[in-house]
């Protein structure tokens, strides 16, 4: 197929050509022959390639496939999280080693009770995870969340409950430098109180048990602040049946330290001694605070003896208490005179009652009888007697 078309301009790199309706088409002037001006016809063959355009389309195709194959197969792996061990104040978690494909890794966060915890440091390294601090005997549940380029990703919640105090079978003992009858003892310890034994130190490893700090796995105990002690903390835990503390089962503890419960027999022999004690509560006599403001009998005014005052002597007694002689009388001139006079007074009023007329006498009102106050003695009395009652 041949189009004509007209040179309008014609530049460095594009040449403007006309049709023949007047159209513009801008061409590339790299493909025009060289001498050509505003203005020169040219002449342009027009055909398909098939071969290029198949040869195009067939690797169109396989790089399609290839990325399909490599990115579109398979897609990140949401997280398989699990319990490894469970104690009375820390729970291990671990999961599978995680699986990206062909995403990049963003994060790997632990999220607790709905809150996030905290991210995972270098999730495709590490594949468990210790959580410490916990209460005794309380449910919490765990999930994680994987983020990636490819999209988001959350594991299954896993509800974990932690140990009463009487469950031992989260504790993880880790042997270390021990003769071979405490190893052999230590053992069958473990197993009685439902443990476990690894010979190694791990995450999981509650304590190191052993009698002298020394080797590779007491360094390793000591790097990851795992508590060593002593084998008798076992044999504790297990006369217990609950787990103790280890601050008295240390290396270097001083064993008066060590919490030491009631024997097996120690409660029948206590429950014997307070049955033969005797009852102080019916021998001792009972007490009886005294109410504030009363007296006591031995304080009332009525409980105490009276003490007679002793007789005045008589200055005119004898010395045996008889009267004495009497004196003579004395002629006393100013007595007689006083005497008269009483005389002539009495005389007045005689002469003076018979003149004036007789008055009748008024009758005055009977005395009331007025109950005598509370004396001093009837106070006491009655104080008394309350205190009585008060006792």
Known sequence: ???????????????????????????????LPPSLSSGSIVDITVTRNHSSEASSQKSFLALQSAIHNTYGQKSPSPPILRCRNSTQTSIVLEWDPIDLATADLRSLSLYRNGSKAGNIPRPMEITSTKISGLAVDTEYTFHLILRTSAGQYSSEKLPVRTHKMTDLSGITVTP???????????????????GKIVENVRIDTTHFVCTEGRGREWEKAVEMNIPVVRPEWVEGCEREAKIVGVRGYYLNADPRLRQVGQGIGSSSSSSSSQQHRPNQSQSSPRTVPMQQGARSPAQTPSSTPKVANPPTPDPMSG???????????????????ESSDDDDDQEQRDTNSTASPTRPET???????????????????????FSEVAL
């Open 1 to 31: 197929m041949i189009i004509s078309l007209t040179v309008g301009k014609v530049d460095a790199g594009n040449a403007v050509l006309l049709t023949d309706d007047k159209r513009l088409i801008e061409f590339p002037s790299v493909l």
């Open 176 to 194: 270390g430098v021990l003769p071979p009858q405490l190893r052999e003892s230590l053992t069958g310890a473990v197993d009685r109180i439902g």
């Open 319 to 337: 010395p045996n208490g008889d009267a004495g002689p009497t004196p003579p009388a004395k002629d006393n001139p100013q007595q007689e005179r």
């Open 363 to 385: 009758e005055k009102p009977p005395a009331k009888d007025l109950a005598p106050g509370p004396s001093l003695e009837d106070e006491g009395s009655r104080t008394g007697s």
